[in-house]
């Protein structure tokens, strides 16, 4: 349609067609700044004669002009729930932006809402959501094969529909804390492809060397020289080299993170039918900045598939899977730990709960264990938690609004003390009182605080600014300082502008144990082993109010889990 125009305004000017020439550049405007330009086109390049060629260029000009004002339609206040929700959709809004690539997906259905508008995440749900012929039923069957000879006889659990949202794991029977409830290999596995991460083979996950650690057979791969020819990497290998890398002469030997990125969905096509239906039958959020992920990783190859409308349809709800479901799980090597990205199907149907009646852990990347962290009784849903468990109510709901796309509603959320812990809690800004101050309300992302002493409320925006100082400065430190210095941080400097009780600073002692705790007991004094064991029973005191149970943070804390 574009070149069309382009025609119409080259013709028309040698013509001498001037009104039509303006009509013919409008809609030409109008289709590089609106996706609903096809309107524009159509009316702007009528060549009709007297009032049919006027009403024509005022439609195209109209629609030049809505065009330049909203060159995306914006959500309304009422669509808007929130500061997160705004956020959230302003990353998926700049993910939008039109990359020099072509690429043919099949177009998701419009909006119900307002005549056709930007591409919402509403309307990519159908296309993200599980296959509609599968039934909870099917699902436990497909997880059964997957499972093999991991599936228990009589296993505690089931899957059945749930109120929380759409499918979920239930207690066939009472189950103790502690209790096994499953375990379950990754249906697939592949690496997060972050900074700090990419020294690692792709197969065997060994510390790769300084040069030479690209597959030798030009796929531009981190593998090390023994898997290059294994089996476990000729599909793989192969599909790479059929899309010709653009930097496999490169004289700079590095490893490109976007192309890597995309190479465990690459490993689920290569995957079993039964295997694939699992994984079609998966729940996938709908986000917009999953196909800039995969254009992205298209524009690091010469020869990528982006015209196949099937094969791009069917990667971008494989990434869509592994995005919405895959968990990063620590995987030891030869003595190298790196964080590999796996999809365990069964331990990600389980729905959320803040502070969940189950616990899961993973043993070298591979395997998840899920244990139940209370008592759970017959019929009772199985949770896990989408978050860390010591985050405070605001960020544990900001960041399921903007990851997972939805409030959670638990006990937990609606006690803005949660269990008198006060996790959220700063101090008071009012001269000479040093009372707690915790949000009013639960159920909104910009609530006013109140002094539990003196009483004194505060507009959210100005505790989010203490909050903040109070996260920056903490985690810079973490990152920059000793142990020894961390903990005279934390003993002498924190408690100047930040409860003991927030959790960034516990986040900070929960530092300083995984620190120490990785070597022996005698490269620290008997004061600073004593300062570990004070953090330690801190942490565990929190663990009990909130309720947690046999989870795994308890169990990592106490070092019955490494």
């Not at 997060?192 to 040069?211: D, M, N, Y």
């Not at 992205?296 to 479901?325: E, H, S, W, Y």
């Amino acid at each position: 349609m574009p070149l069309i125009c382009v025609f119409l305004v080259v013709s028309n000017a040698l013509r001498g067609r001037r009104r039509v020439h303006v009509i013919s550049v409008a809609a030409l405007v109008g289709w590089f700044h609106c996706q609903q330009s096809v309107v524009a086109v159509v009316l702007g390049v009528a060549v009709v004669p007297g009032v049919a060629a006027a009403a024509a260029h005022v439609a195209a000009v109209v629609a030049v002009g809505i065009s330049l004002l909203f060159p995306h339609r914006p959500p309304s206040c009422a669509e808007t729930s929130s500061i997160a929700e705004l956020l959230r959709v302003a990353l998926v809004r700049r993910s939008s932006v039109r990359l020099p690539i072509k690429v043919a997906m099949s177009s998701p259905p419009q909006s119900p809402r307002g005549g056709g508008g930007d591409t919402t995440l509403a309307a990519l749900g159908a296309h993200m959501a599980p296959c509609r012929n599968t039934t909870p039923e099917q699902l436990a069957q497909l997880i059964d094969a997957h499972l093999g000879d991991l599936r228990q006889e009589q296993p505690n659990w089931t899957i059945s529909s749930s109120k929380v949202a759409g499918r979920g794991v239930f207690a066939t029977r009472d189950i103790a804390a502690g209790e096994l409830i499953f375990q379950e290999r990754a249906l697939v596995t592949g690496p997060t492809a972050r900074k700090g991460q990419l020294s690692s083979c792709i197969c065997c996950h060994e510390t790769l060397p300084q040069t030479g650690f690209l597959c030798r057979h030009r796929c531009t791969l981190p593998v090390c020289e023994s898997c290059s020819d294994s089996e476990e990497h000729q599909a793989e290998c192969e599909h790479f080299r059929r899309w010709q890398p653009k930097d496999v002469d490169a004289e700079l030997e590095q490893v490109n993170p976007l192309s890597l990125r995309i190479l465990t969905a690459v490993r689920v096509f290569h995957l079993g039918k039964e295997q694939r239906h699992l994984v079609d039958a998966m729940q996938a959020n709908a986000e917009r900045a999953y196909r800039r992920e995969i254009i992205k990783a298209a524009q690091c190859f010469r020869n990528f598939p982006t015209t196949d409308r099937v094969f791009m349809d069917q990667l971008f709800r494989i990434v869509g899977v592994l995005n919405t479901n895959a968990f990063e799980a620590p995987c030891r090597s030869g003595g190298h730990e790196t964080l590999l990205r796996g999809l365990f199907p069964l331990t990600a149907i389980m729905n959320h709960e803040c502070t969940p009646n189950a616990s899961h852990y993973f043993e070298n990347g591979r395997l998840a264990v899920v244990r139940a962290a209370r008592d759970i009784p017959k019929g009772g849903e199985i949770t896990t938690t989408y978050t860390k468990i010591l985050w405070g109510n605001l960020t544990r709901n900001i960041f399921l609004k903007m990851t997972k796309h939805f409030a959670c509603d638990c006990a937990r959320c609606h006690d803005n003390t949660e269990n008198g812990t006060y996790l959220s809690a700063l101090f008071c800004r009012e001269q000479g009182c040093r009372g707690l101050v915790i949000p009013v309300q639960t159920r909104t992302l910009q609530p006013d605080w109140r002094c539990i002493t003196c009483e004194n409320v505060f507009p959210h925006s100005k505790m989010a600014k203490y909050q903040d100082f109070a996260l920056n400065t903490i985690n810079n430190r973490i990152n920059s300082c000793s142990v020894q210095d961390m903990i005279h941080f934390i003993n002498d400097l924190c408690p100047r502008f930040c409860p003991s009780s927030n959790y960034v600073l516990i986040e900070a002692k929960l530092n300083v144990i995984w620190r120490m705790t990785r070597f022996d007991r005698e490269e620290y004094t008997p004061e600073e082993m004593g300062h570990m064991d004070r953090y330690r029973e801190e942490v565990l005191a929190i663990l009990h109010k909130l309720g947690a149970g046999e989870c795994t943070l308890k169990k990592l804390i106490t070092g019955e889990i490494q």
